[in-house]
Nanobody, 119 residues
Framework: VQLQASGGGSVQAGGSLRLSCIAS????????MGWYRQYPGKERELVAT???????NYSDSVKGRFTVSRDVDKNAVYLQMESLKPEDTAVYYC??????????????WGQGTLVTVSS
């Protein structure tokens, strides 16, 4: 099982970016998919998650600016980021809590994609 993230890049403050992440491999079902970010020298922190019933969860720092969504059929999760700020600059990782063909519950991480917001 692997997660492939894309969509990072550089943007000016106030701009927008959309991150995408697709899970592939021996997947039976995915319960939760989401996004985390990591600043240099810091631990990874939650940005937003979305579970199967469609519930979403956001960190306070991104509420109202970021929107997480899922395409269950494609095993994909997206993060639409609006009104970006320099403090959003970080490496963003997608994450999935899933059940594989061996009926083992796993937490899988994508490779990380850099988002840089300039002032």
């Amino acid at each position: 099982v692997q997660l492939q993230a894309s969509g990072g890049g550089s943007v000016q403050a106030g701009g927008s970016l959309r991150l995408s992440c697709i899970a592939s491999g021996s997947i039976v079902s995915i319960n939760v998919m989401g996004w985390y970010r990591q600043y240099p020298g810091k631990e990874r922190e939650l940005v937003a998650t979305a579970n199967i019933p469609g519930d979403t969860n956001y960190s306070d720092s991104v509420k109202g600016r970021f929107t997480v969504s899922r395409d269950v059929d494609k095993n994909a999760v997206y993060l639409q980021m609006e009104s970006l700020k320099p403090e959003d600059t970080a490496v963003y990782y997608c994450n999935a809590d899933l059940l594989d063909y061996e009926i083992i519950r796993r937490t899988v991480w994508g490779q990380g994609t850099l988002v840089t917001v300039s002032s």
